[in-house]
């Protein structure tokens, strides 16, 4: 996995490198601890399914909104579950002000086991409020392709149950605009959650 | 007559155990044959289906090693995934060489849990090489996240 993470970053290094960075606005963009993407990338026309079993139309349910969105599966041994601990514990400490304005978006990249009583139980450990997002591979590739995003490959186990699933390792940070300016890397750790997720909400 | 270079590769393989040995506080570690292991964790596990874990193998011998087995009392099987050992074949360290399994790169996958240990309790793994033979460490449990 390591080999597709480095290929993904790279990807999304030279994508921000390539697009320029010459129009440095919002505090966020320019502040930023991850990756800054100019210009934005818009979000994917793309319809889901919440863990409620109810649509999810990815543009349209989030128009105007700060949210991060997270491509990953619960069988995920260490990406997935630092992210969102890490971060599951920073909104605990940022005001209840900027805390109501993030939308956590966790898209599985493995619909055949996270079923969305699975999803729905895994994200509880997080933060009930997150949202679990589910689609057919034809959907989340296409999402995943046009957010610059690697597909996920499949590195087979000992049997069926125990694949594991390449993914990227970024979260994508959508600010209100609809537009995500910033990939925030694996790595990212609370405190520069705490120091981001302000500026996101409030640019 | 043959010229040798100081520090070599060989002395390079001394001086970690001499470091590893008297460099300063003691680097935690756990010695089998010509391996030493370090950095050992696991992440305290979120459900039953899978565990991850971290382990460091370093090698001060002139010869590689092979991982070629892995078991812990609370899991039904222990197996390599990621980095650059797909499909899982042996996972070799090579001579004066060191093997990291590190979150985000390649770790330890423990399946199907028959206990779910908390943060600050430890884990029993097992690893059986072809030359150093079978050790057996203990890892700290850590939480998810980093502050």
């Known amino acids: 996995m390591a080999r597709l993470l480095?290929?993904?970053?790279?990807?999304?290094?030279?994508?921000?490198?390539?697009?320029?960075t010459a129009c440095r606005g919002?505090?966020?963009?320019s502040l930023a601890d991850g990756l800054v993407l100019e210009p934005?990338?818009?979000?994917?026309?793309?319809?889901?399914?919440?863990?409620?079993?109810?649509?999810?139309?990815?543009?349209?349910?989030?128009?105007?909104?700060?949210?991060?969105?997270?491509?990953?599966?619960t069988h995920c041994p260490d990406v997935c579950p630092v992210h969102m601990q890490n971060i599951a514990a920073a909104l605990t400490r940022l005001p209840p002000a900027v805390r109501r304005k993030v939308r956590v978006l966790f898209v599985t990249t493995d619909p055949a086991r996270d079923t969305p009583a699975v999803l729905r139980t895994w994200l509880d450990h997080f933060d009930p409020t997150f949202v679990g997002l589910r689609g057919d591979s034809v959907t989340i590739a296409e999402s995943l392709r046009q957010l610059h995003l690697g597909q996920p490959v499949i590195q087979p186990g000992s049997d069926d149950t125990t694949y594991t699933v390449g993914h990227s390792a970024s979260v994508?940070?959508?600010?209100?605009?609809?537009?995500?300016?910033?990939?925030?890397?694996?790595?990212?750790?609370?405190?520069?959650?705490?120091?981001?997720?302000?500026?996101?909400v409030d640019p | 007559m043959m010229?040798?270079?100081?520090?070599?590769?060989?002395?390079?393989g001394l001086l970690l155990l001499v470091l590893?040995?008297?460099?300063?506080?003691?680097?935690?570690?756990?010695?089998?044959?010509?391996?030493?292991?370090?950095?050992?964790?696991?992440?305290?596990?979120?459900?039953?289906?899978?565990?991850?874990?971290?382990?460091?193998?370093?090698?001060?011998?002139?010869?590689?090693d092979t991982l070629l087995d892995l078991s812990s009392p609370i899991a039904e099987g222990v197996m390599v995934h990621g980095g650059d050992m797909a499909g899982m074949g042996p996972a070799v360290v090579g001579a004066h060489d060191s093997?990291?399994?590190?979150?985000?790169?390649?770790?330890?996958?423990?399946m199907n849990l028959s206990a779910l240990p908390?943060?600050?309790?430890?884990?029993?793994?097992?690893?059986?090489?072809?030359?150093?033979?079978?050790?057996?460490v203990r890892l700290p449990v850590r939480p998810y996240g980093t502050e």
Request: charged share 15%; hydrophobic share 45%; with cysteine.
């Open chain 1, 6 to 20: 480095t290929r993904v970053a790279a990807a999304v290094l030279a994508a921000a490198l390539v697009l320029g």
């Open chain 1, 26 to 29: 919002a505090p966020l963009r």
């Open chain 1, 40 to 73: 934005g990338f818009p979000k994917p026309a793309v319809t889901l399914t919440d863990t409620e079993g109810r649509p999810f139309r990815l543009r349209e349910d989030t128009d105007g909104q700060a949210f991060l969105l997270f491509f990953g599966y």
């Open chain 1, 172 to 200: 994508l940070a959508f600010s209100s605009d609809n537009l995500a300016h910033v990939a925030f890397p694996f790595g990212t750790r609370q405190q520069d959650w705490v120091r981001n997720l302000p500026l996101l």
């Open chain 2, 3 to 12: 010229t040798r270079h100081w520090p070599s590769r060989r002395h390079a």
């Open chain 2, 20 to 64: 590893t040995a008297c460099g300063g506080p003691a680097r935690p570690g756990v010695r089998a044959g010509d391996l030493l292991l370090t950095d050992g964790f696991a992440y305290a596990p979120l459900d039953s289906a899978v565990g991850a874990a971290y382990v460091t193998i370093h090698n001060a011998g002139m010869a590689p």
């Open chain 2, 99 to 110: 093997l990291v399994f590190t979150p985000g790169g390649a770790h330890l996958m423990l």
């Open chain 2, 118 to 136: 908390k943060a600050g309790d430890s884990l029993a793994l097992t690893l059986r090489f072809a030359r150093a033979g079978t050790v057996t």
